[in-house]
């Protein structure tokens, strides 16, 4: 019977936080996002400068990139994929850092 009830509530559980993971990823292009990849960073994790943008940990990505694309908020987003080796498959920069 213990069982059972963990069962029941595990299943009104999942559509809560099924949801919270869609709201969180709505506004991420699909192409970039696999409703896991993406992320907001700290200042700092990403940086204009004169040769590019310094994404931290991934190097430098020329202007022209086109895996740069602009955040919908006010915070940059590095979207990652984990599988094998780590991949960097998009940067989002809020509006004022493009």
């Known amino acids: 019977m213990p069982g059972q009830r963990l069962f029941a509530f595990s299943l009104l559980a999942f559509p809560v936080c099924s949801a919270e993971t869609a709201r969180a990823h709505s506004w991420y292009e699909a192409s970039c ?49 984990q599988a094998g080796a780590t991949k960097l498959i998009c940067v989002y920069r809020k509006p004022n850092g493009m």
Not at 44 to 65: N, W, Y
């Open 33 to 81: 996002c696999s409703e896991r990849d993406c992320v907001p960073v700290e200042d700092g994790v990403v940086v204009e400068k004169a040769d590019g943008v310094h994404a931290q940990g991934f190097g430098i990505l020329s202007r022209t990139d086109p895996r740069l694309r602009l955040s919908r908020d006010d915070r940059d987003h590095l979207c990652v994929a």
